[in-house]
């Protein structure tokens, strides 16, 4: 059997909530997918569990590793042994509707695009809020078509689309693979690429993915070091494509300097994380804006905990209760 659709799940450490995850692509209307889990050299029992599911169900593959390589690398081993007409992105703590693939199979189809994807909706502490969406307020009706411009943006209401978790029809990837040498931000840089390799891309309004997102703290922020590597990814872009329009150029140009304030706040979070107090004082006189970033955080870090969300209907992350209708209330018509 030529699978439909190949998921590509990278897996470390998500003992937790791979089992939801992995149950929920099994659980799809569509059948002929397969799923590859790309392991990371995993020290809990998540892939115990996943051996498990995959000695009942052959369309689990298991692809384990004794070198932790980050999240691209293990999506490359998965993306070179993909049988599918389509790749699909799921993570392995996040859960899809049963119908996911269906709907977004048919509308990529009605659309005669290469990649689809669907708005995220979050999942936070296992309670599901229908009204908290990648999107949020950026409201449409129809698909609308992608460009590299859109991942790019950095107005200040635009979503940061490099969270989505497209489908890409197999065939229009061209060879196309993640970039191993960067862990925060591979992503948005595959997508940057793809479309500027010519590839198309539509995006829906509907959510058919459960997105988990997990306390935000100082102990969870990026380094240095990362938001450096993806000012250097952006150069690197620049000089593979050089006959970019000069919007587009200008578009690389913004993000680049929007990402000077993000190094900024993270070399003061790692100095005050080290203790290294005089240093992180320095950098707050030099640039006194980042104490509002820094007030947000700590914040976020104390009241998380006392948070209680709100009581949700009619929604559970336990995909045998769902049904063939809509999502919840973010499947109502935008406006």
């Given at each position: 059997m ?6 590509i799940?990278?897996?470390y450490n ?52 004794d ?7 293990v ?37 005669q ?12 502490d ?33 979503p ?16 196309l ?25 539509h ?63 993270e ?14 004082t ?13 007030g ?10 006392l ?23 973010n ?5």
């Amino acid at each position: 059997m030529i699978p439909t659709v190949s998921v590509i799940m990278a897996n470390y450490n998500a003992a937790d909530h791979v089992l939801a995850a992995l149950k929920s692509v099994l659980a799809q209307s569509i059948p002929e997918v397969e799923i590859l889990l790309a392991d990371d050299a995993s020290t809990d029992a998540s892939i115990t569990i996943a051996r498990q599911i995959a000695a009942a169900d052959p369309r689990l593959i298991i692809l384990e590793s004794d070198t932790n390589a980050g999240p691209a690398a293990v999506r490359n081993r998965a993306l070179d042994v993909a049988k599918g007409e389509w790749v699909a992105i799921v993570d392995s703590d996040d859960i899809i509707h049963p119908q996911r693939f269906e709907r977004m199979l048919s509308a990529a189809r009605a659309l005669q695009t290469e990649a689809i994807a669907d708005d995220l909706t979050y999942l936070i502490d296992d309670t599901v809020h229908p009204n908290m969406t990648l999107l949020g307020d950026v409201r449409f009706v129809n698909p609308q078509t992608l460009t590299a411009q859109n991942f790019l943006s950095t107005t200040p209401r635009a979503p940061e689309l490099g969270y989505l978790k497209p489908m890409f029809r197999a065939d229009a990837l061209n060879g196309l693979r993640y970039r191993e040498d960067i862990r925060i931000g591979e992503d948005n840089d595959f997508y940057i690429r793809f479309l500027l390799n010519g590839g198309q891309m539509h995006l829906l309004p509907e959510s058919y993915y459960l997105y988990r997102r997990h306390a935000q703290s100082l102990s969870h922020r990026m380094c240095p070091e990362d938001v450096q590597t993806m000012i250097t990814v952006l150069d690197d872009t620049l000089i593979r494509y050089p006959n970019l329009s000069d919007d587009l150029k200008a578009a690389f140009a913004a993000r680049r300097a929007a990402l000077q304030t993000p190094l900024a706040f993270e070399t003061l979070a790692q100095n005050i994380k080290a203790g290294r107090y005089v240093s992180a004082t320095g950098d707050l006189i030099r640039k006194p804006a980042l104490l509002g970033p820094l007030g947000r955080v700590a914040k976020d870090r104390f009241a998380w905990p006392l948070k209680k969300p709100a009581k949700q209907t009619g929604l559970t992350t336990n995909p045998s209760d769902w049904t063939a209708q809509d999502w919840s209330a973010n499947q109502a018509t935008r406006s």
